[in-house]
């Protein structure tokens, strides 16, 4: 296990995790970080509040993201986001596509799982 230190909201913290998961751990620190400050404008003093409502709002996202690939696995249209339209111009997606997106979405989930299970034993 390494030790891996890092930064959210301006504030120093450290976690272990599994040797040669350093690069991912720091990466997916960096990306926490960058959506606290979006969505929260890390006020200060406000840490622990700044950090509930950024895990709330990736939660809500990557349920979102699973129920759009559970939706495409049925083989259903997924409902469409009315904030993120498409340009007109955007080729349509084959279903070899879709499931490669469809993979790819499990796979990032099935890791984000991952991580929670570790940081919940640290």
Do not use: W
Request: glycine residues 4%; charged residues 25%; proline residues 4%.
């Amino acid at each position: 296990m390494r030790r891996v230190d890092f930064t959210l909201n301006g504030r120093n913290h450290s976690l272990t995790c599994e040797d040669g998961q350093e690069q991912r751990l720091l990466e997916l620190a960096a990306y926490v970080d960058a959506r606290m400050q979006e969505l929260t404008g890390g006020a200060a003093g406000h840490e622990v509040q700044n950090l509930i409502a950024t895990c709330i709002v990736l939660a809500d996202e990557l349920m979102e993201a699973r129920a759009e690939a559970k939706s495409l696995r049925a083989g259903h249209a997924p409902a469409p986001i009315v904030h993120q339209q498409q340009p007109a111009s955007t080729p349509a997606t084959s279903p070899a596509d879709e499931a490669k997106v469809v993979a790819a979405v499990d796979t990032l989930a099935k890791r984000i799982e991952d991580i929670a299970a570790r940081l919940e034993r640290a």
